[in-house]
């Protein structure tokens, strides 16, 4: 729908891409096309909006300005939108939502496919990346809302559902430390530790619980990806320092088994669903983030319901 201007497009394409090039080619214009509308706005507002370096274009003070009000009001143009056709009845509209990657492992799949089944007319965007690029991102405007871990305080950022999930080990069927009752930390030390790289957040929990031992610890595989953790643990490479939710599906398929550390060394991961303060939420955004806050307080791995508002 043309509400915003062809110049709005093109400038807003080039500052995500910083380069008129690689615009043009997502756009399917020529570079020269796209560098006339810049070069008349420019020549309007009497300030140059990009940097011109040999590298590529890089957004001035004035052309950040300028990116934020466009992107605005494109949100609000989209939102605008979505709510008409809710008003004529087509239930139609996108979600955008950041998640961190653990999640999509657990609730994320079945809270979407009820939704499709309830909204067949939404449609989803959806990212994955590290808590802090999911906050960053939810900040932004960039997404409707997030999903992220231990996500810090920080203005602007509201949480409208958390849950706490404590650190646990998962391992092979038939593993010698599945036959115990309980299991601490200093259990799974005398064995082969797989564990998230510094890029995850469940890093920062498990180096504060080894702190808290006095241990040094040489792990025989690290990664910044728990889908690859798991298929290592499933693989007998070692096992796997995580959260359940994170192996919710191979837990329910038998193909791993799983373990809370009671030893209190560690303290839980809590997953947060955030958005932002000035964030105003579509007719079918809304619809999204009542679901997922329902799906995560009834989740079963979740151990403790941390915060919750409207």
């Known amino acids: 729908m043309p509400v915003l201007s062809r110049f709005a497009h093109y400038f807003d394409e080039v500052a995500r891409q910083g380069s008129l090039r690689k615009a043009a080619e997502r756009l399917h214009v020529s570079a020269s096309a796209i560098d006339r509308q810049i070069l008349k706005v420019e020549t309007a507002l009497n300030a140059p909006l990009f940097e011109r370096l040999p590298q590529g274009l890089r957004l001035t003070a004035a052309g950040e300005m300028l990116a934020h009000l466009i992107r ?19 239930r139609r509209g996108k979600v955008s939502i950041a998640m961190v990657e653990g999640v999509t492992f657990a609730f994320v799949p079945t809270t979407l496919t009820a939704l499709h089944q309830q909204h067949p007319g939404i449609g989803f965007a959806l990212t994955v990346a590290g808590s802090e690029a999911v906050v960053a991102a939810v900040l932004a405007g960039e997404v409707d809302f997030g999903l992220a871990i231990n996500p810090r305080e920080r203005p602007g950022l509201a949480v409208s559902q958390s849950a706490a999930f404590p650190l646990g080990v998962a391992m092979p069927p038939g593993h010698p430390l599945a036959a115990l009752p309980s299991l601490s930390l200093t259990d799974c030390l005398a064995y082969r530790l797989i564990v998230p790289d510094h890029s995850l957040a469940l890093r920062e929990v498990i180096d504060r619980a080894l702190s808290r031992l006095a241990v040094q610890v040489e792990p025989v595989a690290t990664c910044n990806s728990i889908a690859v953790m798991k298929m290592l643990v499933e693989s007998g490479v070692g096992i796997g320092l995580m959260n359940e939710i994170n192996a919710a599906n191979e837990i329910r398929g ?27 939420l579509s007719t079918a ?12 307080r009834h989740f079963p791995a979740a151990r403790e319901i941390i915060a919750s508002s409207p």
């Open 72 to 90: 605005g009001c494109r949100r609000d143009v989209d939102r605008l939108i979505s709510d008409f056709e809710n008003l004529r009845g087509l």
């Open 254 to 280: 038998h193909r791993l088994i799983y373990r809370d550390l009671t030893d209190g060394q560690a303290t839980p991961s809590v997953l947060s669903l955030c958005i932002a303060h000035e964030r105003q």
């Open 285 to 296: 955004a809304l619809a999204a983030l009542q679901a997922f806050s329902a799906a995560l």
